[in-house]
């Protein structure tokens, strides 16, 4: 197998994408109602321990995915288990975010057009690049970052102007339970999907920098999500954010600056794109290695197609509409993904600190 | 009709293009396992195109995730 190696810079650029991904177009912690704003700031803070978890996983065992080291950890067969949920989680949030994507194109931009079409021709680039490594998807996302967040920002900032402060206040009206909610779903849908990364990111250029490369795509991620959701609620306010399937669209769309700069629909597509793209790409990676592992292979370049193909088809069946998609998202993603983030992440991490003592002690008395 | 030929024959175009390379890398288990993928994939997609309902895993994720509710909540 080739080397993959990537260094913090391209690592954080695609946990940054990762985050932002289709969580810049959908609506986030809307549980939190109006409080949504420090649902996420409180949701940045509370997945410091968990991104934590998996990136000492990860330097537990230098150069090896999860699946290696569940394997190492629990056995074969129950390493196998482990590997199997592990490669159908991150093919099925690759079918997810293809559907996003599909759905936003299509409501927005081409409703005339096979929605199966730009769902496969955006999943063939991502099988492209995932064939060519994480490498090269590093190095793309490396440049893309900057002229994503600088998109971000400017439509942020131009839409200053239609603010109104009274669209979030009072503040915590409803308790502090509502916002525990909202907090819970920010961490599910994206903060704690970056556990896919302890299956793809094997090899990078210092040890400990896996640290900063989850921090920093969690910090810079998250500020992105946190300035695009506030600028919705306080241009929107939280009885429109919450009935709009793609709130950012109708945002922009009410940008008038000078009668001139107007319309920049443009805007949140990009942050999709950009963003979609390297998240769908890393899914097909980690599912991809994740059968890999299950057959004893020792590439997984070989599979891509096929599991990027199998995702488009499960992302055109999996929902029968936006609203179906909508309900999913927002009722039972979170409970759905609260073992593959939480419970067999800590689960691992105490295997592997077990094992991981033993094996310095023997090496020690050796 | 036509187009669930197409869908055919734009699989069985990739398909071969991709295993002459694993071929040429005399990896049998590859190649059986490509192939077996590609054909789930390309059956999917022809049920798919000719409208046969095929089950979505989304309703017995669902259906679970409530299930397990409900028995939490009756725990409390």
């Not at chain 1, 912690?29 to 409080?35: K, M, S």
């Not at chain 1, 903060?191 to 896919?196: G, I, N, R, S």
């Not at chain 1, 990111?201 to 920098?209: D, E, G, L, Q």
């Given at each position: 197998m080739r080397k993959e190696i990537i260094d913090t810079g391209q690592g954080f650029a695609m946990a940054t994408f990762f985050i932002t991904g289709s969580t810049l177009v959908l609506p986030t912690?809307?549980?939190?109602?109006?409080?949504l704003w420090l649902a996420i700031l409180v949701a940045i803070v509370a997945a410091v321990p968990i991104l934590a978890v998996y990136a000492r996983i990860l330097v537990l065992f230098p150069g090896k995915d999860l699946f290696e080291i569940m394997t190492i950890v629990f056995g074969k067969w129950i390493g196998k288990v482990f590997t199997l949920l592990y490669a159908w989680f991150a093919f099925h949030l690759g079918a997810l975010v293809i559907r996003n994507f599909g759905d936003y194109v299509k409501i927005?931009?081409?409703?005339?057009?096979?929605?199966?079409l730009p769902m496969l021709i955006l999943t063939l680039l991502c099988a492209w690049v995932a064939k060519e490594g994480i490498e090269v998807l590093g190095r793309w996302a490396k440049f893309f970052l900057i002229f994503s967040s600088i998109l971000v920002v400017i439509s942020v900032l131009l839409l200053s102007?239609?603010?109104?402060?009274?669209?979030?206040?009072?503040?915590?009206y409803n308790g502090i339970k509502p916002l525990f909610g909202g907090v819970w779903e920010v961490i599910a849908f994206p903060?704690?999907?970056?556990?896919?990364f302890t299956m793809v990111?094997?090899?990078?250029?210092?040890?400990?920098?896996i640290y900063k490369m989850l921090w920093g795509g969690l910090f810079f991620g998250g500020f992105l999500v946190f300035i695009t959701s506030l600028n919705e609620i306080l241009t929107l306010g939280f009885d429109l954010y919450s009935t709009t399937y793609f709130p950012t669209y109708v945002t922009v769309s009410l940008m008038r600056v000078g009668g001139f700069l107007q319309r920049l629909e443009i805007v949140p597509a990009v942050s999709l794109l950009t963003g979609g793209f390297v998240k769908i790409s890393v899914c097909i990676i980690a599912a991809s290695r994740g059968i890999g592992r299950l057959f004893n292979c020792s590439d997984y370049r070989f599979i891509v197609t096929p599991i990027a193909l199998l995702m488009v088809n499960l992302a055109y069946m999996v929902y029968g509409n936006i609203i179906e998609m909508m309900q999913g998202a927002a009722g039972t993603w979170r409970y759905y993904a609260f073992p593959f983030q939480i419970i067999f992440p800590l689960l691992i991490w105490i295997g592997a600190e077990i094992v991981s003592r033993r094996r310095n002690e023997e090496a020690v008395s050796e | 009709m036509v187009i669930a030929v197409v869908i055919v024959i734009a699989y069985l175009l990739v398909a071969a293009y991709e295993l002459v390379a694993i071929i040429s890398k005399e990896q049998v288990k590859w190649f059986f396992l490509y192939s077996i993928f590609m054909a789930a994939s390309m059956v999917l997609s022809v049920l798919l195109y000719l409208g046969v309902p095929v089950p979505s895993p989304a309703k017995p994720i669902t259906a679970a995730v409530e299930a397990i509710h409900t028995l939490l909540k009756g725990v409390k």
């Open positions: 912690a809307v549980l939190a109602g109006q409080d927005t931009g081409i409703p005339e057009t096979p929605e199966i102007n239609n603010w109104d402060i009274h669209n979030i206040q009072p503040v915590l903060f704690a999907e970056t556990v896919l990111t094997v090899k990078i250029t210092r040890r400990n920098s | -």
